[in-house]
């Protein structure tokens, strides 16, 4: 049972590339959640999903596309990548909604220069 | 507008005393604190919760007090040890709206042998 697993831990991109974020897990949860954490800042939500085919936006969610075409998966898509979006991205789940324990995977460390 | 304050950046404390992280919070239809802890390089875990029916919680070192009237949890662990050296977020959750969770900016626990 590996959790939350996210790829790639680190990435360096140039202002304007593209890229995509991965994140699976494995306990079948039904929620699951993209937040990004800026040094010295709290978790800031950017996207989450009830269940499969259903995503909404978050706190912060401009510059960034998702999808979750399975229970499995849920992609971050970074667009015309930009040095604000320089921080560290973390996918959780849970098995519904707040009031349950959220697991979160390593994160991934994105830098935009 | 930080909804849920962790007005305390940083905490240092000795190994084997209690220590007391502070959490307030702004939006009285909250109904639902958690704590996760937050290694380097890790994704957070979560801790410990509590309703807002109750006024306390315990599993194990770890207790959360609330005090609704004043808008205010926070978690003692007692005794304290290295290992709880960490990063400490709070995070409140509204009723509805898919049960986001709000959470703070994170409280750096430092337990000194």
């Known amino acids: 049972n590996a959790g939350v697993t996210q790829t790639p831990k680190f990435r360096i991109l140039k202002i304007g590339q593209s890229m995509t974020l991965q994140c699976t897990q494995d306990m079948n949860h039904n929620y699951m959640y993209w937040y990004r954490q800026d040094p010295g800042m709290g978790l800031k939500l950017i996207y989450y999903?009830?269940?499969?085919?259903?995503?909404d936006k978050g706190e912060v969610p401009n510059g960034y596309n998702v999808s979750r075409s399975t229970t499995e998966d849920f992609p971050l898509r970074l667009e015309l990548a930009a040095p604000s979006q320089t921080s560290v991205y973390f996918c959780?789940?849970?098995?519904?909604?707040?009031?349950?324990?959220?697991?979160f995977g390593p994160g991934t460390r994105l830098t935009v220069l | 507008d930080q909804q849920v304050k962790q007005n305390s950046p940083s905490l240092s404390v000795q190994e084997g005393r209690i220590s007391i992280l502070n959490c307030d919070y702004t939006n009285s239809m909250f109904d639902y604190f958690l704590w996760y802890k937050k290694y380097p390089a890790e994704g957070p875990t979560f801790l410990i919760s509590i309703s807002s029916i109750k006024d306390k919680n315990e599993d194990g070192r770890f207790t959360v007090f609330l005090n609704k009237s004043a808008k205010h949890l926070s978690l003692h662990i007692v005794p304290s040890q290295p290992g709880d050296s960490a990063v400490y977020f709070c995070a409140a959750s509204v009723p509805g709206n898919n049960r986001k969770l709000i959470w703070g900016l994170g409280t750096s626990l430092a337990v000194n042998p």
């Open positions: 959780a789940s849970s098995l519904a909604g707040g009031i349950n324990e959220q697991f």
């Open positions: 999903s009830v269940g499969a085919g259903i995503t």
